[in-house]
């Protein structure tokens, strides 16, 4: 693979990946007679040169955006409410997501609200919300910015309930994105804690998806190489980031997208909470939670773990040999290995423990996972 050609993938939607492909971005919209984009994207990403520079090009061909970031950093249904009342009020006829997955998770919900507007939570998947969504969509194209959900390939968001912090699946088929650039300039500028905490989360949807209950040798056999590219990608694209440990990791974390169709597991229902309860980045919960949950699931799937460890090129094929890599890699990419170091407390974890066992995760994961399973492995972080 050369690393500064652009690349076309038809799977699962149509990919431009490669070094420059966001500046494809105006032609397209023009090519698709679209004038009026409502760019989504976040606070942070908003203010940064390479986010100016794509504005500016789309002006200069005479396209009009207006942009809308006035988002979290883990998404509530109100930024969803606000972003669809400037669609409405600026006569908008697309969207585009730029950013990470908060950004596009915001994008991807503002699409379905346009032409649903019973309340959004009616749509939520968790209760079968998704025979609602029966209208069309606007167009909707994404472009990523950091390696981390891979939410730029995905027919799903994340949004979170402003009161209560409950996460609701909004899905659609109809919500997955026309178009992906997936230019990994766009991540060259990211700091390395983010850096590591996407990348880390990208490590989670794809190791989780290979182990996760539903019958599924295509996700599995997307995950395992999703696993290999980081595991060859991410300690240089933190420490040392040049493009191709860049292309890696936005390859792999779209992989790890496309591969968690197939389910999650522990690690995201311990770290969900932690993005409810204590506004936690979501990467870096998923993070620190990664080895304790992937030990919890190494009785009864040691052949699995064997299969990771030889992806990921261990020398000893064991599940204990896995999670000694994961904490090893935490701390090459400047991670913490407790909870306690990112804020969380002893009087947390009854609450937490409670948040998690209601999340969607989890019946998934390869083996049950009690009430009482969450409390011992958040105490066992701490």
């Known amino acids: 693979m050369t690393f500064d050609k652009i690349y076309q993938y038809n799977f699962p939607t149509t990919i431009r990946f490669g070094a420059g492909s966001s500046d494809e971005l105006g032609e397209y919209l023009l090519k698709h007679n679209l004038s009026r984009p409502l760019i989504v994207t976040d606070p942070t990403v908003a203010q940064l040169g390479f986010f100016t520079s794509i504005i500016n090009a789309l002006r200069e061909k005479n396209v009009s955006p207006e942009v809308f970031s006035d988002i979290h950093k883990n998404p509530v249904k109100s930024d969803v409410y606000k972003g669809t009342e400037v669609y409405d ?3 908008r006829d697309c ?5 990470g997955g908060a950004a596009i998770d915001v994008a991807r919900a503002i699409v379905l609200r346009v032409f649903h507007r019973e309340d959004l939570f009616k749509y939520d998947d968790l209760i079968g919300g998704d025979v609602y969504v029966t209208n069309d969509v606007p167009h909707f194209i994404t472009v990523p910015t950091t390696a981390g959900t891979g939410s730029e390939v ?11 912090h409950q996460k609701k699946i909004l899905f659609s088929p109809k919500l997955m994105a026309k178009i992906v650039f997936a230019d990994p300039m766009l991540t060259m500028e990211l700091p390395p804690f983010i850096t590591a905490a996407t990348g880390m989360d990208a490590l989670t949807h794809n190791m989780e998806a290979y182990l996760a209950k539903t019958p599924h040798p295509i996700c599995e056999g997307i995950a395992l190489e999703g696993i290999s590219l980081i595991h060859k990608s991410l300690e240089r694209a933190v420490n040392r980031p040049d493009l ?10 779209m992989m790890g997208a496309i591969a968690f169709q197939k389910g999650l597991g522990v690690v995201h229902s311990l770290a969900h909470p932690l993005s409810s309860l204590l506004d936690t980045h979501h990467g870096l ?3 620190v939670n990664i080895p304790y949950g992937m030990q919890f699931n190494i009785a009864g799937f040691e052949e699995k773990f064997r299969r990771i460890a030889r992806t990921i090129e261990l020398k000893e094929e064991s599940g204990d040999a896995v999670i000694r890599y994961l904490f090893e890699l935490n701390s090459k990419v400047n991670i913490p ?3 306690r170091d990112i804020g969380v407390k002893d009087e947390h974890i009854e609450t ?3 948040l998690a066992i209601a999340d969607f995760a989890h019946p998934n994961n390869p083996k049950p996972v009690s009430r009482e ?3 011992e492995l958040y105490a066992k972080a701490l």
């Open 337 to 339: 290995h407790h909870l």
């Open 89 to 91: 009020g600026t006569d």
């Open 285 to 287: 919960a998923n993070a």
């Open 154 to 164: 995905g027919r799903s968001a994340i949004i979170a309930d402003d009161d209560t």
């Open 352 to 354: 937490l423990a409670d």
């Open 373 to 375: 399973d969450f409390r």
């Open 95 to 99: 969207i585009v997501g730029i950013g």
């Open 244 to 253: 191709e440990s860049r292309s890696n990791m936005l390859i792999a974390s």
